[in-house]
């Protein structure tokens, strides 16, 4: 079983809908829960993490975490073209403080 | 202006060679990344370094070697032992002040002739 599962994708979405993006994990020593942004070509850029079990929110973006059941999800209301990325999973273990990525889902919003 | 810079944008390397990644943060982050990334699969830890002089393999360090003399620098070499090259090479600091989150240059991409 792999250490992160990340639903692979594509999404293709219209304009203004809603997306939804899930990752389940393993490892209990995740400790912080992170999404990144990457565009073509481009390094990722953090857009949101979270420690605790609950729902987080940052404007148009709401970050999901269950530690009980091991998934969290990223939601983006109003979907915009400029979402249109692929959005990476992120997860720091306690022990070691090392990152483990999902694979990422590409997603694209259609105007 | 503080950020990663990584250069170059692309680099060629040809078979037997030696080639050097650059990377810079004017960030004071103690810590410093290489990551690899491949179409379809998440970032891949090559090494990573916690303070100056120290460095740490990752995940896939096979054919690659780092330095670590500067705070602001982390250089990654992938060497010829290194078989499967071509990849999107990512650089990554963090600091260790309670915000682990670590922050990404815009990446070079490694082809090989």
């Known amino acids: 079983q792999k250490e992160v599962e990340q639903d692979p994708g594509p999404l293709s979405v219209p304009e203004g809908a809603i997306v939804s993006l899930n990752c389940t994990y393993s490892?209990?020593?995740?400790?912080?829960f992170m999404w990144y942004r990457q565009y073509s070509r481009k390094g990722p850029e953090l857009l949101m993490y979270?420690?605790?079990?609950g729902n987080k929110e940052d404007g148009r973006f709401t970050a999901q975490v269950d530690k009980s059941s091991k998934y969290i999800s990223l939601f983006i209301r109003d979907s915009q073209p400029s979402d249109s990325a692929t959005y990476l999973c992120?997860?720091?273990?306690?022990?070691?403080?090392?990152?483990?990525f999902g694979a990422g889902t590409t997603v694209t919003v259609r105007a | 202006d503080g950020g990663i810079t990584q250069s170059p944008k692309y680099l060629f390397r040809k078979e037997g060679q030696n080639v050097t990644l650059s990377c810079e943060q004017n960030?004071?982050?103690?810590?410093m990344y290489w990551y690899r990334q491949d179409p379809g699969q998440g970032l891949r830890l090559i090494y990573y370094?916690?303070?100056?002089?120290?460095?740490q393999k990752g995940d896939i360090a096979e054919g690659y070697s780092v330095s670590r003399e500067k705070k602001e620098s982390f250089p990654l070499t992938v060497t010829s032992a290194q078989k499967n090259p071509t990849a999107f090479y990512l650089c990554?600091?963090?600091?260790?002040?309670?915000?682990?989150?670590?922050?990404f240059g815009p990446g070079t991409r490694l082809l090989v002739l």
């Open positions: 370094s916690q303070i100056v002089n120290d460095f």
């Open positions: 979270t420690y605790s079990s």
């Open positions: 490892n209990s020593a995740f400790q912080y």
């Open positions: 990554a600091s963090s600091s260790w002040t309670g915000d682990e989150t670590q922050y």
């Open positions: 960030l004071n982050h103690d810590a």
């Open positions: 992120a997860f720091l273990r306690s022990n070691d403080y090392k990152l483990s």
